[in-house]
């Protein structure tokens, strides 16, 4: 009894010992591991964005930028607006436009994204097929956005291939001109650049969904759209709400696209800040670049009201 009653005592009194000597994890550890990323944010976002905000106030001429503290460059852009009421500005007008662009583009990019991945989350059985095809979706990126978008214009113009197609069908005796240089074009070229960045995480959600609730539902009698409604597109809205994040953000600071497939005869944000940086108008394109990012936020924070994205993943 005394040597098992020594042999616990022994033991108890060197457990302390052996926790004292086991490595503990600093603290600091993790602010350390995010430090390079953190790093690369702070060079590559913080700072030429601060730069931007900075240049917004100050003065320029038409020969020379001076540092300054001033908010003639945020009133300039809507200066002509007041006067005007109640007809809308051109500032205003670019906006809306802009803002139509994104909305229809955004519309069009959900409808084919949600579709794409819908089949490929749940009617293709095999993981192989499903990388595959995922894959697929990705081969627009192995090319050049400038050179999709000039594909189309063969296919789109007067004597492009869509055109002789519907003259030799008889639906039309003449060339259609709204194929290209129109929002029909600027549409097209939007959604066909940017459906990718729908697909990707609207895959990514679907397929972390339990196949068992699909079943559940319709075993309690839930009919396919039922289904669809109350589960699949609830269980979705992470990859919905980050896929419409990327295509609202890209949409809204365009100009390539604008420029090219409009025909440098439509008007956005992106293409009036690109304009202006071409006449060295630094101050007023950041006071403007500014105001563009200022309106994305608050429509990203919107969006992100009807789903915790840092939850949810």
Request: charged residues 10%; proline residues 4%.
């Amino acid at each position: 009894m005394a040597v098992t009653t020594a042999t616990a005592s022994t033991t108890v009194s060197a457990a302390p010992r052996v926790r004292a000597g086991k490595p503990t994890r600093s603290r600091w550890a993790p602010y350390w591991q995010a430090a390079p990323l953190s790093l690369v944010f702070l060079v590559f976002f913080i700072l030429p964005l601060l730069a931007t905000f900075i240049v917004s106030f100050w003065n320029y001429t038409e020969y020379s930028i001076e540092p300054a503290f001033k908010f003639e460059n945020y009133t300039e852009v809507f200066d002509k607006c007041v006067v005007s009421l109640p007809d809308l500005c051109t500032t205003l007008k670019t906006y809306l436009s802009t803002l139509k662009f994104c909305l229809i583009v955004w519309i069009a990019t959900l409808v084919i994204g949600f579709t794409v991945s819908y089949y490929i989350a749940f009617q293709v059985r095999s993981p192989t097929t499903r990388l595959v095809l995922a894959l697929i979706c990705t081969i627009p990126f192995w090319t050049s956005n400038v050179i999709r978008m000039i594909s189309w214009i063969p296919l789109l113009g007067r004597n492009g291939l869509v055109n002789q197609m519907l003259m030799s069908a008889g639906i039309t005796s003449q060339p259609q001109d709204w194929l290209l240089y129109s929002d029909f074009s600027v549409i097209l070229a939007f959604v066909h650049l940017n459906t990718v960045f729908m697909i990707v995480p609207i895959v990514n959600s679907m397929s972390r969904i339990d196949k068992s609730l699909i079943e559940a539902a319709y075993d309690n009698g839930a009919t396919g759209w039922q289904t669809l409604w109350n589960v699949i597109i609830p269980l979705s809205k992470t990859g919905i709400t980050i896929g419409s994040i990327f295509v609202i953000t890209v949409v809204m600071g365009d100009f390539i696209t604008i420029g090219l497939m409009g025909g440098q005869q439509i008007a956005s944000i992106g293409k009036v800040i690109n304009v202006q940086i071409g006449y060295l108008q630094f101050p007023i394109a950041a006071a403007n670049a500014i105001i563009l990012l200022a309106v994305v936020m608050m429509i990203i924070a919107a969006m992100v009201r009807f789903v915790d994205i840092r939850k949810e993943l």
